[in-house]
């Protein structure tokens, strides 16, 4: 669980940082589907043909090597509707990372990610950075992680940590990445079809 659902403890080294988003009481509950470190046509183009296929909208957090190297496939993104975030240039750590450094590649990033929303790859970074990039960015973090990258993980496990951890206004994490194929593929359709079975309302950031 300190990995599907990361305790509050932890939440509260990133002050600021949005990691819950629950709908008022009385309104329908509510899920913000993200996806990190795309985009790449091997797996974003398949995820974006599925997110059209229930009409759901999701937020995409970009490292900004691959929108450079895809262009095209960055503004398909855009043009279906969904919205971007920024991911780092070189999806890289803060917490391995000076400062300055660190800053850096995130503007780097932002020169072809036009977004206010930001999210560190792995979720570290170091306090300083937090408090300089709240200045600069919403820091979106998460209340699951599906764990769709591991190798040790089957689609099945995948789906299960939906079903397991998923509240209301959950941010769900899973990845447009190379490392999650072969999960992705069937974890992603049969958590969609459970959310909306159980009458989760699939948001994106304002």
Known sequence: MLIEQP??????LFPGAFWRIPSPKGMKKSVYL???D??????????LDTLDKYGIKATFFCVG?????????YQSVLDRGHRVGNHTYNHIQGIRSRSGNYIRNIAKAAQSIDSDLFRP??????????LRLR???????????TRDYSPHMTAKGVFNNIKRYTRNGSIIVFHDSLKAAGRIEES???SIEWLLKEEYEFKVFD
Do not use: A, C
């Open 34 to 36: 993200t996806f990190d």
């Open 7 to 12: 305790p509050r403890i932890y939440r509260w």
């Open 121 to 130: 790859p792995h979720g570290h970074m170091r306090l300083s950075q937090v």
């Open 135 to 145: 200045r600069l960015f919403r820091i979106i973090m998460w209340d699951v992680v």
């Open 65 to 73: 090597e691959n929108v450079s190297k895809n262009p095209e496939l």
């Open 38 to 47: 795309g985009p790449i046509p091997e797996m974003t183009t398949w995820i």
């Open 188 to 190: 992603l359709p049969r």
